[in-house]
């Protein structure tokens, strides 16, 4: 079992940059594939970046790419994504999630294990 909880999230004027960060506790950090997926209200739950054990895989979606970074410190047991250059659009409920599959970088729901309660990002305009 994973525990998995977000914050950082917050109210951003368009334009500005947030940090999420996800910690993690139970089993061991390093033997999960960790993602961050993201739900408008109205919206199905969407991919936004993804990385694998070691940090050496990324993916992002390419609504964020060249704008977000996702990054993991399996000392701290953290994972982070660095928001920037903020869009309106950008606002929805931000969740972590962790996957059994650790040597790739999943991007669909299904593949995940365990989810965070979410955290909040409202962008204005």
């Known amino acids: 079992q994973v525990q998995l909880v977000e914050s950082g999230g917050g109210l951003v004027q368009a334009g500005g940059s947030l940090r999420l960060s996800c910690a993690a506790s139970g089993r061991t950090f390093s033997g999960y594939a960790m993602g961050w997926f993201r739900q408008a209200p109205g919206k199905e739950r969407e991919f936004v970046a993804a990385?694998?054990?070691?940090?050496?895989?990324?993916k992002y979606a390419d609504s964020v790419k060249g704008r977000f970074t996702i990054s993991r410190d399996n000392a701290k047991n953290t994972v982070n994504l660095q928001m920037n250059s903020l869009k309106p659009e950008d606002t929805a409920n931000y969740y972590c999630?962790?996957?059994?599959?650790?040597?790739?970088?999943?991007?669909?729901?299904?593949?995940?294990?365990?989810w965070g309660q979410g955290t909040q990002v409202t962008v204005s305009s």
């Open positions: 999630a962790a996957s059994k599959i650790s040597f790739t970088t999943p991007v669909r729901s299904g593949e995940y294990d365990y």
């Open positions: 990385i694998s054990w070691s940090g050496g895989s990324t």
